[in-house]
């Protein structure tokens, strides 16, 4: 079992900064590979960045390319959001996720494929 806890939501101004903070507790985090997704009221929940078990590979959703950049720390079992010239359709609950998988270098991106969730955190954006 993978515990998962998110912090750093907050409500911001289009082009301000947030970093969030997805905690894990449990089995070995550094085996799981992790992804942030997002859910808008009314929306499916949608794949925003995925990062590898090793921290060597990432994948982001072509609408954050450039503006969002997801990383984590295995000594502090805890993978973070950089999120950088926020807009307002980036306004949802954000969730991060961990999935196993045999390759240390593999990103997935279907939440099919996470097994384990946190709660959430609200992140809103005002224009």
């Known amino acids: 079992q993978v515990q998962l806890v998110e912090s750093g939501g907050g409500l911001v101004q289009a082009g301000a900064s947030l970093r969030l903070s997805c905690a894990a507790s449990?089995?070995?985090?550094?085996?799981?590979?992790m992804a942030w997704f997002r859910q808008a009221p009314g929306k499916e929940r949608e794949f925003v960045a995925g990062?590898?078990?090793?921290?060597?590979?990432?994948y982001y959703q072509d609408s954050v390319k450039g503006r969002f950049t997801i990383s984590r720390d295995n000594a502090k079992n805890t993978m973070y959001l950089q999120m950088n010239s926020l807009k307002p359709e980036d306004t949802a609950v954000y969730y991060c996720?961990?999935?196993?998988?045999?390759?240390?270098?593999?990103?997935?991106?279907?939440?099919?494929?996470?097994?384990?969730w946190g709660q959430g955190t609200q992140v809103t954006v005002s224009s």
């Open positions: 449990g089995r070995t985090f550094s085996s799981y590979a």
């Open positions: 990062i590898s078990w090793s921290g060597r590979n990432t």
């Open positions: 996720a961990a999935g196993g998988t045999l390759n240390p270098n593999t990103v997935m991106s279907d939440k099919i494929q996470y097994g384990y």
